[in-house]
């Protein structure tokens, strides 16, 4: 199966097996890192031994930030493009989705930004490469998470990413609330609020994309509880 468009347009995103991310992403990314210097160390190797998952404190939200930002935003990159095509209709239904209207968007748990970041920012280059059309699209995101210092990040990305977007007719709008998954009274209030931010949206769409680590906590603790 093949997507709507055909990568062949987009080399520079997919050349000999190879990912890469737009290269506005690569540049806020990089700038950001620079900025809270910790560029150096994104650099350089992973370390082996820490726990890069991500978490409620600073460090733990910097250390994904700085090692793990740019895999988490190629995961989202891959499943746009499915350059080999093994995704069925989701990159077709995503660009359907994603064509032009208002769209309603929740983002749990959002992180950084990695996934919006890369969702909507490949829509984008798609549209700057004319591998796509390029029709106006309203996007609304209600985003949540458990880190201030993410919910932080999330914030300045998007303001920098933002005039890009609107080059290429993508308006974006955001706001950021706290959110905790463990904690079922958080989740009704965040579903509360983006149900409430939404102003007429034509689709809704739920983003989630940031939580590959914890997963792997919660399959272990339900396999040694015999849960699975």
């Known amino acids: ?3 709507i468009f055909s990568t062949l347009k987009i080399p520079h995103l997919w050349s000999e097996d190879v990912l890469k991310l737009p290269s ?7 700038n950001y890192l620079k900025t809270i210097g910790r560029y150096d160390e994104a650099i350089k190797s992973s370390p082996k031994d820490s726990d890069l998952i991500g978490g409620p404190s600073e460090e733990a939200t ?3 930030f700085t090692h793990r930002f740019a895999s988490s935003a190629v995961r989202i990159e891959y499943l746009v493009l499915d350059p080999k095509g ?3 209709n989701i990159p077709d239904d995503l660009f359907i989705t994603l064509c032009d209207g208002e769209i309603s968007i929740l983002d749990i748990p959002c992180g950084t930004g990695a996934g919006i970041i890369s969702l909507i920012g490949t829509i984008a280059e798609l549209r700057e490469k004319k591998a796509i059309v390029s029709l106006p ?3 609304n995101v209600t985003a949540g998470d458990i880190s201030a210092t993410a919910l932080q990040i999330y914030n300045e990305l998007l303001n920098q990413i933002k005039p890009w977007l609107s080059q290429q007719g993508i308006h974006l709008s955001w706001n950021m609330h706290h959110w905790d998954a463990a904690n079922t009274g958080t989740t009704s209030a965040i579903v509360d609020q983006w149900f409430k931010e939404s102003k007429s949206p034509e689709e809704y769409l739920v ?5 590959s680590g914890e997963a792997a906590k919660i ?7 015999s849960i699975i």
Do not use: V
């Open 1 to 3: 199966m093949t997507s």
């Open 24 to 30: 506005e992403i690569i540049k806020i990314y990089s």
């Open 62 to 64: 910097m250390l994904h």
């Open 86 to 88: 093994r995704l069925g």
């Open 137 to 139: 699209l309203l996007l």
């Open 207 to 211: 983003l989630i994309a940031a939580f």
């Open 219 to 225: 399959s272990i603790y339900m396999k040694d509880h």
